[in-house]
């Protein structure tokens, strides 16, 4: 009994497109290199734009630089050689009653096979001079009285390329596998029947959109045949979300670590100051997830200075309470030690321990008083650990870990979280942002998170006014920081290079640090940068919040986690080297006091397009949308940053976009959960969103 052949058992379109006539192992070199391996692929390889060529234009009214289409005969053609047959030019003059166009190929003799003299040809192309009228290397089709245009008199595709492969020839190679596999495209979502919606749609199915993609029949049918393919992708991704956390609930138990108020109610008495309502209503929502059935897996968001710290804290207190221990990770090691400070003053009183773990410090714990107040438990032994990367480390194992926090999640990698999580039986998770995240990423990125929003500042801040000033000003910048100092204030000055780079043109801090020190005299200027020796770092902060030191100089090192109330002048140099979010959150180390802030941010004078984006930051404080620009300015893998790993790639998806896709997509998502859809696409391909892990 013989072995049936591969494609007797593999989807159609998960076939290699080597089955394909005329795909030979050269061809299939350069589809490989755009990422074109099978059949799907090719069907999926999106146009990055169109060209509508259905108007004739007579030849007498074609204009020198406009691209356009016309028609004629052919009423001469040639071929010459010159410089001893190493060079060629073939040419055809059409003819249409109106005027003459030459139409030239150099270098491609075979061109001569492929015309006749009395041709009916159709051209596209963009004229180069009227004396005589000239194009060179045009797209053609000869008229023929049965054949349908493929490049010509249509909405034609155009699409991205490699070296060697013509557009031509690929776009001839995808009608031929159009027209064979039409009809074998299947439905992803066959189980759901009508009650996706999809019906509704101007492109219900996923052959007529992928035809429609491809070779439209209007100007619309291209975006709403991308918006049903880009449904088809976020369906997918919200069904992996979906099947993953309910995988996750049916075989993880939740540790009870929702507590009993011993700590939290002389913590809250000792703050000095009362949650605000929003502060109140998310910690409502964490203490039910602390004390269900499933362990807590939550996203916390707040603008800066919103106060999540303190909410953190009451997690960890909950969480110590229960009798289990806590971990708090923060990117940086000024981050974590200003971390460790606060909350030993706030916990050391309640005798709960706190041990400081990173890079440069292994222990550093701060020892609770014997004598415990405003009526704490005596024999507190659960703690709580606070850390960088260090708490990733095979050497740092905590027992029964009940809760893990994650500060500036952006920051880490999706396998960096899960490595922590494992350090414990399915610890609760809180991850934490500055960062407000815009919708689409929060239904994405984070799609098997619960989110919390912090929608409100805690009250007796001063204002944060901003300004978009160009480098020529910064004599009247310094001036007026001058002033400010001269107040009794202090001020950042944040640089985009520790070192200078050449001819750049951006700074530096050291060397903006050896001019400062004397044009600021005689105030005081510290240096900050991420090439330091930790104690050089604690030793220039404690000087800056000492307030020995006026004016620091920083790269964008200090983006989270320093808190000095009496700095209140932001100046950022090469502002348009930042991205918005970034700019946002380095201003956020302002307006901590009661005093009116100013945050400065200068940028290259020739940049108007950086300067206009700027804008964005001078008429808005709300983190929500400025993450919402930045999202649409720089898109979501500049907004995650590279250490955030995960981020879903879509072919048609638009996170910028397309909301009210993502939307409609979770709620198919779990109407398909709900019918225990374990397999998404039918066509044999891997999606792409699977490396959406987190």
Not at 7 to 28: D, H, I, M, S, W
Not at 143 to 164: A, C, D, K, M
Not at 202 to 212: E, K, L, T, W
Not at 356 to 383: H, Y
Request: hydrophobic share 40%; glycine share 8%; proline share 6%.
């Amino acid at each position: 009994m013989t072995a049936s052949p591969p494609q007797a058992t593999t989807p159609p379109l998960a076939r290699p497109v080597t089955t394909l006539n005329g795909v030979g192992p050269e061809r299939a070199k350069q589809l490989e290199r755009l990422e074109i391996r099978s059949i799907e692929d090719l069907l999926l390889h999106r146009p990055h734009r169109y060209e509508d060529r259905r108007q004739f234009l007579p030849i007498a009214q074609l204009t020198v630089g406009a691209a356009a289409t016309t028609r004629g005969a052919i009423v001469a053609q040639g071929l010459k050689w010159y410089q001893h047959h190493r060079k060629s030019i073939f040419e055809i003059i059409l003819e249409d009653g109106t005027a003459r166009l030459h139409c030239r190929w150099w270098n491609l003799p075979y061109m001569e096979k492929y015309f006749a003299v009395g041709d009916e040809v159709v051209v596209f192309g963009k004229v180069l001079s009227l004396k005589p009228r000239t194009v060179d290397h045009p797209e053609t089709e000869i008229v023929t009285g049965e054949e349908s245009f493929i490049h010509l008199n249509r909405i034609t595709p155009i699409y991205p390329l490699t070296e060697g492969l013509p557009q031509r020839w690929l776009r001839s190679l995808l009608w031929r596998t159009l027209e064979e596999f039409r009809e074998r495209i299947p439905e992803p979502w066959p189980q759901l029947g009508g009650a996706a919606g999809l019906a509704a749609w101007p492109i219900a199915s996923r052959s007529q959109a992928i035809g429609s993609l491809h070779f439209p029949e209007s100007i619309e049918e291209p975006e709403q045949a991308r918006r049903r393919l880009a449904l088809d992708e976020f369906i997918e991704l919200q069904l992996q979300i979906q099947l993953r956390r309910r995988n996750f609930e049916a075989k993880a138990a939740a540790l009870p670590c929702g507590g009993d108020n011993h700590l939290i109610k002389p913590f809250l008495a000792q703050l000095g100051f009362r949650l605000t309502e929003g502060q109140t209503k998310v910690l409502r929502e964490l203490r039910g997830d602390l004390a269900g059935a499933h362990p807590m897996r939550r996203l916390l968001q707040g603008d800066v200075g919103s106060g999540k710290t303190v909410v953190a804290a009451c997690c960890a207190l909950m969480t110590i309470e229960s009798g289990f221990n806590a971990a708090l990770m923060a990117p940086t090691e000024i981050l974590a030690e200003q971390h460790f400070q606060n909350l030993s003053n706030w916990l050391q009183p309640l005798g709960v321990p706190v041990e400081l773990r990173t890079g440069s410090k292994k222990t550093a714990r701060a020892d609770p008083a014997q004598t415990l107040v405003f009526g704490a438990r005596v024999g507190q032994t659960a703690s709580l650990t606070i850390g960088t990367h260090a708490l990733l480390t095979p050497g740092f194992d905590l027992p029964n870990l009940g809760l893990v926090i994650i500060d500036e999640q952006h920051r880490f990698g999706v396998a960096q979280r899960e490595e922590l999580v494992r350090k414990g039986r399915y610890p609760h998770l809180l991850v934490m942002t500055a960062t407000p995240i815009p919708r689409t990423l929060g239904l994405t990125v984070y799609g098997e998170l619960d989110v919390s929003v912090i929608d409100q500042m805690p009250p007796g801040r001063g204002a944060v006014k901003t300004f978009v000033r160009t480098a020529n000003k910064l004599p009247q910048v310094w001036a007026f920081i001058r002033g400010k100092l001269g107040e009794g204030r202090q001020a950042y000055a944040v640089y985009p290079r520790i070192e200078d780079a050449g001819p750049s043109g951006l700074k530096a801090v050291k060397q903006e640090f050896e001019k400062l020190q004397s044009a600021l005299a005689p105030f005081q200027v510290g240096l900050l940068h991420g090439r330091l020796k930790s104690a050089e770092k604690e030793q220039v902060m404690a000087a800056f919040r000492a307030k020995t030191v006026q004016v620091l100089l920083s790269t964008s090192l200090i983006e989270v986690g320093v808190d000095v109330p009496n700095a209140t002048v932001m100046l950022i140099e090469n502002a348009e080297q930042f991205g918005l979010a970034q700019l946002h959150q380095l201003r956020g180390r302002i307006g901590r006091g009661a005093h009116v802030s100013y945050a400065i941010l200068v940028a290259a004078p020739a940049g108007e397009e950086a300067l206009h984006r700027l804008e964005v930051l001078e008429q808005t404080a709300d983190g929500f949308r400025i993450a919402e620009a930045d999202l649409r300015l720089r898109g979501p893998g500049e907004l995650l940053g590279q250490q955030q790993s995960g981020a879903p790639k879509f072919r048609f998806g638009d996170l910028a976009g397309d909301l009210d896709l993502i939307e409609q997509a979770r709620g198919i998502a779990i109407r398909l959960a709900e019918l225990g859809a374990g397999k998404t696409r039918s066509s044999g391909t891997s999606p792409d969103a699977e490396h959406n892990r987190g």
